[in-house]
């Protein structure tokens, strides 16, 4: 797709993966850049270097996704539209209801605004959720639906109905299956915060890192700017859709995850391992680790960043920004 002098609609750009695709996409010759975003979770301070650009600006008419009016005007006029809007793998386990309001008919309402509107392309925000706990590793996106919880179930809705507007409007659309995203931005401190932010508050705090079970569970840690990469890589690809996985190749369990932060960060702390409650034990994913051929194959996507990198990238960021 050409980006040269087209105009881009980031639904959930504020917020933690959308404010760096909308700071990867005006490094792009794009005539506008439009964010829509309720602000829950984003702030407008994530755009503060972006909106000093003239070419992007802030949809100020407040709604979300599910306010259908509201993101319909906010469609109108689009070229391109990255959705990335969406309530999180623990907020749903509490709020199952809410989940599918906003991430089932929130999608739908998506869809159905980019087939009005006749936006060119969609790129959408799935999750490596949708998998559930591996058969084989790494996961190629032939991985069989396993999932078995609320975040997870309405991903994959949000994939099938993503299929079905292909197949029934012509919708161009890529979902992006992301493995486990961190980096600034991410929320540092609220109730439904990433294992990452949660050691680094521990030791911040000079206490002990907690690790429920024995360490052993692995998974596939993706800094954020390669994951912005990755969507401005799948809208300018001429790939009409397809769903990808979003991740480095690369397993790293929790122990050896906590090892090396504790090492970044020169703590002499140790790890407090704890049992898994009844309930976490039996939703727990051991291993989900994405293979990336696919996306080698067909985008040319590599990620850019080495878990060391990247998290030396977000330990600097805490400094100035705690």
Request: with cysteine; hydrophobic share 40%; charged share 25%.
């Amino acid at each position: 797709m050409e980006l040269k002098g087209s105009k881009c609609l980031v639904v959930g750009g504020a917020g933690f993966i959308g404010s760096f695709v909308v700071a990867e996409l005006l490094k792009e010759p794009v005539e506008k850049v439009v964010v829509y975003d309720n602000l829950v979770r984003g702030k407008k301070e994530y755009l503060k270097t972006s909106l000093m650009d003239p070419r992007c600006t802030f949809f100020e008419v407040g709604g979300d996704i599910r306010d259908i009016d509201i993101l319909n005007d906010a469609v109108k006029g689009m070229d391109y539209v990255f959705c990335l809007a969406a309530m999180w793998l623990l907020h749903c386990k509490d709020y199952p209801r809410t989940a599918f309001e906003v991430n089932v008919a929130g999608t739908f309402n998506i869809l159905e605004a980019c087939v009005k509107n006749n936006v060119k392309k969609l790129v959408w925000s799935s999750s490596a959720s949708v998998y559930g706990d591996a058969v084989e590793i790494p996961m190629t996106e032939a991985h069989p639906y396993m999932n078995k919880n609320f975040y997870g179930a309405t991903k994959i809705a949000g994939e099938a109905m993503a299929t079905a507007f292909n197949d029934r409007y012509g919708l161009k659309v890529i979902g992006l299956r992301y493995m486990n995203v961190y980096g600034p931005h991410q929320d540092q401190t609220a109730a439904y915060t990433g294992v990452i932010p949660i050691m680094l508050n521990k030791i911040d705090a000079n206490e002990p890192p907690v690790i429920n079970g024995d360490g052993s569970q692995a998974y596939d840690f993706i800094y954020v700017e390669d994951v912005a990469r990755f969507n401005v890589l799948a809208m300018r690809s001429d790939i009409d859709f397809g769903f990808y996985n979003v991740g480095t190749e690369v397993q790293t369990s929790i122990k050896s995850l906590c090892d090396l932060i504790l090492e970044l960060r020169n703590s002499p702390l140790k790890v407090n391992y704890k049992p898994y409650s009844a309930d976490d034990a039996r939703a727990l994913v051991k291993n989900r680790i994405g293979s990336n051929e696919k996306a080698k194959r067909e985008l040319g996507f590599e990620p850019k960043y080495t878990l060391r990198e990247g998290l030396l990238q977000l330990i600097e960021w805490r400094k100035t920004n705690g």
